[in-house]
């Protein structure tokens, strides 16, 4: 079966330090998204993406944030100037299309990346 | 936005017997519920989904039920195993048709099969 991929499965970052979350999708997925777990917590939703652009966002995801799908296959978060409280595991999900039988397709995610922040 | 509770936190269950965990949502344009099992560190796994359209849904030993009046949709598992010890996520999205919305989950339950 099929799975969302991502790299690394942990990164360590000093505090300010950009990082780069990469994420390879479900080869026939539209949509994408990055969601993060801090520690015993939910899952909370970060960011959406179809058609090369943001669908939608949450409050969470503010300007040190962002998404690009440099080509094909992979889909990257990046965190520009990474803070303490960035620290938590990041899961990539991906879901099919609308063009699919049935449009409300669910979300599949990946092992996630742990990124901690010293 | 979007708003779940879930309930209980925790929940611990004699091996063979029954677990049902409970969900609300804020949003009554909502109309996609799916559950999420997590065991620790992995991802979450769809087990089970419901759409607004249905009351019910049922997977072997796994049912969902969904009363959109009282915006609230439960678990049930019956004759539990000690795999399915993990984490339980409730979550909704309201799927309007035009983009690729994202999941609200609520705050996860951990369920512990006593042998």
């Known amino acids: 079966e099929p799975e969302v991929t991502q790299t690394p499965s942990h990164q360590v970052t000093q505090m300010g330090q950009e990082v780069i979350l990469r994420c390879v999708p479900i080869?026939?997925?539209?949509?994408f998204y990055w969601y993060r777990q801090i520690l015993g917590q939910k899952v909370e939703f970060l960011v959406s993406?179809?058609?090369?652009?943001?669908?939608?966002k949450s409050e969470i995801f503010d300007d040190q944030f962002s998404v690009e799908r440099p080509d094909g296959s992979n889909f990257t978060l990046k965190i520009r100037s990474t803070k303490l409280e960035d620290s938590a595991m990041y899961f990539c999900?991906?879901?099919?299309?609308?063009?699919?039988?049935?449009?409300?397709?669910?979300?599949?995610f990946g092992d996630g990346t742990r990124l901690s922040i010293l | 936005g979007e708003n779940v509770e879930q309930h209980p936190s925790t929940l611990s269950v004699q091996e063979g017997d029954s677990a049902v965990i409970k969900c609300t949502y804020s949003?009554?344009?909502?109309?996609?519920f799916p559950w999420y099992k997590q065991e620790l560190g992995k991802r979450p796994q769809l087990i089970i989904d419901?759409?607004?359209?249905?009351g019910e849904k049922k997977d072997q030993r796994i049912a969902v039920t969904l009363n959109k009046t009282a915006k609230h949709f439960s678990l049930h598992i019956t004759e539990t195993q000690p795999e399915d010890s993990a984490v339980y996520f409730c979550?909704?999205?309201?799927?309007?048709?035009?983009?690729?919305?994202?999941?609200?989950f609520g705050k996860g339950t951990h369920l512990i099969i006593q042998p």
């Open positions: 949003d009554s344009a909502s109309n996609y």
């Open positions: 979550a909704a999205r309201s799927y309007s048709g035009g983009g690729a919305d994202g999941l609200t």
């Open positions: 993406f179809y058609n090369n652009e943001i669908s939608e």
């Open positions: 080869s026939n997925h539209l949509y």
């Open positions: 419901i759409r607004s359209n249905v």
């Open positions: 999900a991906s879901r099919m299309g609308r063009s699919a039988p049935n449009s409300n397709q669910p979300q599949h």
